[in-house]
């Protein structure tokens, strides 16, 4: 059974940092795009950052340009979203997914993890 698991999230001050990594079981990230989304309290699920399956092409939000940083791991079924400079506007739950386009669209991506909680605040 494909499952994406995500973790390291928490909460975090302003102008900290965290890294969300998003573990793959059941199947292999190798050739998969992989993106990440996150959803706020009433608002739709957005599109964060995602990459390529070969880490080629990489895609943001133009909000986490600068801050944010998505890598992958192959060997490990494993990626990344390194956020730095967060800021409370980044609270949210993040989510990873798998699909086979490098896009911007829920609809691109088939797999999806559960989701971990990121909270920036004071």
């Known amino acids: 059974q494909p499952q994406l698991v995500e973790s390291g999230g928490g909460l975090v001050q302003p102008g900290g940092s965290l890294r969300l990594s998003c573990a793959a079981s059941?199947?292999?990230?190798?050739?998969?795009?992989m993106g990440w989304f996150r959803q706020a309290p009433g608002k739709e699920r957005e599109f964060v950052a995602a990459?390529?399956?070969?880490?080629?092409?990489?895609n943001y939000l133009d909000s986490v340009k600068g801050r944010f940083t998505i890598s992958r791991a192959n060997a490990r079924n494993i990626v990344y979203l390194q956020m730095n400079s967060l800021k409370p506007e980044d609270t949210a739950v993040y989510y990873c997914?798998?699909?086979?386009?490098?896009?911007?669209?829920?609809?691109?991506?088939?797999?999806w993890g559960q989701g971990t909680q990121v909270t920036v605040s004071s």
């Open positions: 059941g199947f292999t990230l190798n050739y998969y795009a």
């Open positions: 990459i390529s399956w070969n880490g080629n092409i990489i």
């Open positions: 997914a798998a699909g086979l386009m490098t896009g911007g669209r829920k609809s691109d991506y088939d797999y």
